[in-house]
Every structure is written in structure tokens, then in C-alpha cells.
């Protein structure tokens, strides 16, 4: 089983940073594929960005290519979001997931496994 937590989020003006942690009390990462996602009000669930724990591979989506990079940890199990360069339309609840596929799934019904979320808002 893996617990996930994320936290980091916040209110930041426009052009600031965030950066968003997201840890596993379960099991470690080393078996899974890990995301972030996020859903915006009236939104669905959109693939923000994910690593291959198994050779790093990181990829993102296009909208926060650039802006945005993840990073891990693997002393502290953690997965990192560091967010620069935030729009208004980065406000969102984020939440990390993580799942046994091997590859990169941009898909939500991808993921077994889902932190709690944490709020990001940007203000214009």
C-alpha cells in the first residue's frame, strides 16, 4: 500500500514560485511511476508532469513545460514540484498519484494511488 502526502501550497501572486512536496508513508517509490495532477474549479483532473522512478525519466505537460520540473529525493522518498513562472490559470487543487505502470500514464484512471491534494492559487 502507499500513503501519499503532498503539501507546499499556497497563495502566490503572478510570476512567483511554489514549490509542492509530495511523500509516501508506504511503500517506497521505486516500483512506480509518480505524477501530478490537477483540477482546476469546473475542471476535470489534467496530467501536470511525472517521473519513472525506474530510469527518470520526467515528462510534462505542454501547457507547464518549462515553468515547471520535478525532481525526487530518494533518502526522503519524496517527489518534488517546483513551480516558477505561475499564471492565474495555475490555480488548482494539485495532487500526486502514483501507479505500478511501468510507463508514463497521463491518464487519471492510471493512477491506484492519491494523495489528499494541495491548494495553489495564483493571483493576478
Known amino acids: 500500500q502507499v500513503q501519499l502526502v503532498e503539501s507546499g501550497g499556497g497563495l502566490v501572486q503572478a510570476g512567483g514560485s511554489l514549490r509542492l512536496s509530495c511523500t509516501t508513508s508506504g511503500r517506497a517509490f521505486s516500483r512506480y511511476t509518480v505524477a501530478w495532477f490537477r483540477q482546476a474549479p469546473g475542471k476535470g483532473r489534467e496530467f501536470v508532469g511525472g517521473?519513472?522512478?525506474?530510469?527518470?525519466?520526467?515528462g510534462y505537460a505542454d501547457s507547464v513545460k518549462g515553468r515547471f520540473t520535478i525532481s525526487r529525493d530518494n533518502a526522503k522518498n519524496t517527489v518534488y514540484l517546483q513551480m516558477n513562472s505561475l499564471k492565474f490559470e495555475d490555480t488548482a487543487v494539485y495532487y500526486c498519484?502514483?501507479?505500478?505502470?511501468?510507463?508514463?500514464?497521463?491518464?487519471?484512471?492510471?493512477?491506484?494511488?492519491w494523495g489528499q491534494g494541495t491548494q495553489v492559487t495564483v493571483s493576478s
Open positions: 517521473i519513472l522512478w525506474r530510469n527518470d525519466y520526467i
Open positions: 498519484a502514483a501507479t505500478n505502470y511501468l510507463s508514463m500514464a497521463t491518464s487519471e484512471t492510471n493512477y491506484q494511488y
